[in-house]
């Protein structure tokens, strides 16, 4: 029994790896003129995906293998597959293929309205469609909350992205974080000693930036290059990682006078891909060998990102080949004065380029408007308003226009509501994993100056990777830091790191 | 139930269009580690696919069509789709789904040993893959050729390029046109005048290559640039066309010291191109909006890249804009020196470089050693010798290693077999396409000439574009052009065209 689940599975697996070969294309190589096939292929496919989810055979055999004789001689490992597949199944069972399919179908034609509406800065030309897909995912969401036992659709939703968090807990965590980032960001703010960031508006050519990208790959262990590389570098306008095991690519965005923005994007994705390609290869095309979550997925962007890549120790090794790259523009610039520019805490309009301090900040006010969106207490049509206030509020910026505004992600466009508050949930895990992984490595800091990641690396792979879906988030951050989700160790971080760099 | 018909239908059109994506990104973009994976993923969508074209209910909606009053009330296109559908669903109901997907499987591996094999001029490497792949074809064949009630395997397998020819016929034909094509190629050979082809051999960098292939791409009206483009241009070792219609894509090969390589492939590539983009809209995902066949989809590239591409007026119009994209390498070259050199008639060792004379000779020996091969009469390990023989026999070259010789092409390695022959059926199909057209059409030449590809497009697209699958390749030439299958009007074309070029 269990080997013919396992078989009906793997074929799950291998479509969904084929669907982001064609998510991946649309964005990245498709002429324009294809957007309507590529919608009625991903709709067609997602059904497929759909129908194999829901085949009553896997039902009949998760009902021959629980409670039953076979289970006790399964493994852990089996076990959790058989649990991830059930859990997959009843919720998939719930879910109306028609739905399914009209959701691919929505999600491929309201990214596409979202690149133009961005371009025109007009949110009406978005906002029908937008609209037509949050109606979809509210659906869903309905209908999830009764097989999940949530007490929201909005905590259904995050359930598919985060298992087993509810938006209250959430929020109450989020409560905690917010007061420590408002604390740190003002002791910055007032602090005497400031950065002079105009050093990173100096123009890096989009070439040189290129091979910028690649460098980073090589110190990172991310092939891009090889015969046997298993990654590869696009552009799009908004970078992301795709890919499954031995394909997993990512994309970045060059900006000639900010070339610290794809570079930070470069060491994010790849610090994405680094994960997916670090799954144990035994449990390839079975449940358990997926990453736990979007939560546990981000923590591994930021920790490449920010807590290696903004570090001193990093910088302290890789200026001297930025330098290489872009004919020496930094060479008059100061390692100290680099790494504070690198860390300027400067609230700010755009999510991405935010910086580590503000950053939860932009999170926070999105996950408090999904969560309203859902409750049904505010409309589409006020996101705009909504937005720009938050902005006000929480971080002093004037938005100017919805481009840069609330259409400035990709993320709602997609259909992906209750993923957002992933990314500071990755950012609090980074933090109790860096704690963690200080133990075990205390001089981590030092070999990232001599250039070396190979040791972190083993580390997050034994310690992360490894595990794959083997644990929900929260078991396997106990697992691994031997601790509850806690917001503290994150906090301590930044503090320190921010009152060395700001001298507060 | 027809309709249902065509709803069923549709979703495989759809399917197998993602395929395409799939493969083209094989081919293009994947990297390398992905093989394997994506190995598995074209398996188990041809899986899918096959799943969905020998679905029961398609048997049954078929069964209450045929010869029920509902047939009487479809029109002559309604009709032409049940057929197809018929002749497909027989086909593929016989073909067990293992056999397809194992062959898809091969097929994976097999172009990807083939690419190592050929880097390393070791057909021993490829042998075992290229046996196992030949075996999975001519078991397809055996089981086909009682659906189709041909005379042998191979019959079976050239239907399925170019529907209602035996190879039997085939051979017939390519008697004629060896015949023809080896009496002009004596006469030029023989003749005083003799082209300098040294100069086309002076290096255009790849940079160069890639706006003059954009530059033919626009000639053509091939949109690859702007917001509304459906094409694009891309590099593979071997240049190919793969889409469906709204997104249809072409590679090339650049080489700098032969430019004239990748500015023919193009204009190969965009014949076909243009063929799938002006499919009738009105009849995608639906049998009849697909091309007739092979043989004829080659018409339609033969046509474009010799009978356009190699004309003299082509080459009046082009060659200004050739000396503007590289610097005027070319100004002291004559025009008719030009036209002479790009129509150099020379027996040559590899076939994507060959001739418009000689270019048959490689496809007649590769369709008689296919013919061999499937009848058992020769093994896999007997093809290096074999075509080194005959390239000596028939075009008088010495084949040095097997990486020039049996392994220069892709098709044996991607299960091909039966495609060849279309290649030469497409250029005698071109040469009675070509006599119908200049009765509507007699200032043809004149209009390229002045840069103007409008008119002949738009015959191209209104006699054999829009018609689709509507007609069976012999029956659409016979429409097109009021004439059976007929090699004179192709060498007769080639003998006045050579007989002044060449001056014999």
Redo the contacts between chains.
């Keep these: 029994m269990y080997q013919g689940l396992i078989e009906k599975g793997k074929?799950i697996f291998?479509?969904q790896?084929?669907a982001s070969?064609?998510n991946w294309?649309m964005e990245t190589?498709?002429?324009?003129?294809?957007i309507?096939?590529?919608s009625?292929?991903l709709a067609?496919?997602a059904?497929?995906a759909h129908r194999m989810i829901t085949d009553p055979e896997i039902g009949n055999l998760l009902d021959r293998i629980e409670g039953y004789p076979e289970y006790d001689t399964l493994d852990g490992i089996q076990k959790r597959n058989v649990e991830l597949t059930r859990k997959a199944y009843n919720e998939f069972t719930k879910l109306p293929e028609e739905l399914v399919a009209e959701t691919e179908r929505q999600r491929a034609i309201t990214v596409d309205t979202w690149k133009k509406a961005k371009a025109a800065k007009d949110f009406g030309t978005l906002k029908p469609e937008l609209e037509k897909l949050v109606e979809l995912r509210r659906e869903a969401g309905e209908i999830l909350m009764e097989v999940k036992q949530t007490a929201t659709p909005y905590d259904a939703l995050i359930d598919h992205f985060e298992p087993w968090i509810t938006a209250e807990t959430i929020a109450g965590i989020f409560d905690e974080l917010k007061e420590g980032l408002i604390s740190i960001m003002r002791k910055c703010l007032g602090a005497d000693k400031q950065p002079d960031s105009s050093i990173l508006r100096r123009r890096v050519p989009v070439d040189a930036q290129r091979r910028i990208s690649e460098s980073l790959a090589e110190f990172l262990g991310y092939?891009?290059k090889?015969?046997?590389?298993?990654?590869?570098i696009d552009e799009t306008e908004h970078p992301f990682t795709s890919?499954?095991?031995?394909?997993v690519?990512i994309t970045t965005h060059y900006y000639e006078n900010r070339p610290m923005s794809s570079l930070f994007s470069v060491l994010h994705e790849a610090g994405h891909a680094l994960y997916d390609q670090n799954l144990p290869g035994d449990w390839m095309f079975q449940p358990v060998g997926n990453a736990s979550s979007y939560g546990i997925h981000e923590s591994q962007s930021r920790f490449v990102e920010n807590i290696l890549g903004r570090s001193y120790e990093f910088w302290s090794y890789y200026l001297p080949t930025l330098n290489e790259f872009t004919g020496n523009i930094f060479s008059d610039v100061d390692l100290d004065d680099f790494v504070l520019a690198v860390n300027q805490v400067e609230p700010s309009k755009i999510r991405v380029e935010a910086d580590e301090i503000t950053y939860g900040l932009h999170i926070i006010l999105r996950f408090e408007m999904e969560r309203l969106l859902f409750a049904g207490s505010i409309g589409v049509d006020e996101l705009p308003d909504i937005w720009n206030r938050k902005y006000k509020d929480y971080l002093g910026v004037e938005i100017e226009n919805d481009s840069e505004g609330v259409m400035q992600d990709i993320h709602w466009a997609g259909g992906y509501y209750g993923y957002f508050p992933t990314y500071a949930l990755g950012n609090i895990y980074s933090g109790q994993i860096l704690a963690a992984m200080e133990r075990d490595l205390p001089n981590w800091k030092a070999q990232i100056a001599q250039g070396s990641f190979k040791d972190v690396k083993r580390w997050l792979v034994k310690n992360i990777h490894s595990c794959g879906a083997l644990y929900d988030p929260q078991d396997l951050i106990r697992e691994v830091t031997g601790q509850e989700i806690d917001v503290r160790p994150y906090l301590s971080y930044l503090d320190e790191k921010y009152s060395k760099l700001y001298g507060y």
Tied chains: 1, 2.
Excluded: F, N, W
């Design positions: 074929e291998i479509v790896s084929a070969v064609l294309d190589k498709m002429p324009p003129k294809g309507a096939l590529r009625q292929q067609v496919v059904r497929v092939d891009v090889s015969d046997e590389a298993g990654g590869r890919g499954y095991y031995d394909d690519r």
